[in-house]
């Protein structure tokens, strides 16, 4: 399975800040925002990655991520000239996912809770079953987000995009897994009245020929889509308040990629000598003590 992270756009909602840099690359807590992502993908097993961005922010993200050797991973990149929709991803990743499953997840969306591996290996089974998987979280605005309609049996009814009367509160999250052929399916989708292919569009596509399941968030889950200051700070305090009570580091992609064995603990301790004057760079050393 390849993963694709969309790290594109202008973020208006963050001006000024963003005026000068990528949100994708703006602290959430101690590690870049991008991380969290990258962490989730990595989660699923997922080594093959495209990270698209704008023309004048790829040189930052490539300083940063590198090729992702240091984690274990193949990272490449993909230029978004003009923002025109999510489903555009697919598109400008063609040649990249070729024949193969994808997953992609939206550059500012935090995942985190018990359970999250289940998840992510179920869809990734719907997936190599022709499947599509969207991913479910209840909300109290659920017109301010992409909607999915379940029947008792969490099957999925229908999808909207930012419903004047939703249906449900369950938001569908910035994280998909498709089946083989996505790219084709996402030349069907046809722009919406804002200009837009939107991922709804994509998602409505595989529902209508029964090839759409959904995976829900549930109790003890959080997921923040950080487009805003308040959500980035919520973000932030919650990252810090269980990072500081469990002394641990949650979305390290260096440990993701120590425990599935992409990287070798020599690997890992080059990570946590350039990193060693920080609590990160603290904890990879302490990874590498407890698996002597």
Not at 151 to 156: A, H, K, S, T, Y
Request: glycine share 8%.
């Amino acid at each position: 399975m390849k993963g694709i992270i969309l790290a594109g756009g202008s973020g208006t909602r963050l001006y000024p800040i963003t005026e000068g840099i990528s949100k994708q690359l703006m602290p959430i807590y101690d590690k870049p925002m991008i991380y969290y992502p990258l962490s989730t993908l990595m989660l699923a097993g997922i080594q093959e990655i495209l990270v698209i961005t704008t023309e004048e922010d790829q040189a930052n993200f490539k300083r940063l991520l590198k090729d992702g050797s240091q984690f274990g991973i193949q990272v490449s990149y993909a230029i978004q000239k003009r923002p025109e929709g999510l489903a555009q991803a697919f598109l400008i990743g063609e040649e990249f996912i070729g024949n193969d499953t994808c997953a992609m997840v939206l550059g500012d969306n935090i995942f985190y809770g018990n359970g999250f591996n289940d998840v992510l290996l179920n869809a990734s089974k719907n997936a190599q079953a022709g499947k599509a998987t969207i991913f479910g979280n209840q909300v109290k605005d659920p017109e301010r987000f992409g909607i999915m309609e379940l029947d008792q049996e969490q099957n999925v009814l229908s999808v909207e995009e930012k419903p004047q009367h939703p249906k449900s509160n369950y938001a569908i999250t910035g994280l998909y897994f498709y089946p083989k052929g996505v790219s084709q399916v996402a030349k069907m989708v046809k722009k919406s009245p804002r200009g837009e292919l939107e991922i709804t569009t994509l998602n409505d596509l595989y529902l209508k020929e029964g090839k759409l399941k959904a995976e829900l968030l549930g109790e003890g889950f959080t997921w923040f889509d950080t487009g805003t200051f308040d959500s980035q700070t919520d973000a932030i305090n919650m990252i810090r308040t269980i990072q500081n009570n469990k002394d641990k580091v949650i979305c390290c992609p260096e440990q993701i990629a120590y425990y599935r064995g992409w990287i070798t603990k020599d690997e890992l301790q080059k990570r946590a000598t350039l990193l060693e004057k920080n609590t990160y760079g603290q904890y990879l050393k302490k990874l590498i003590k407890e698996t002597k």
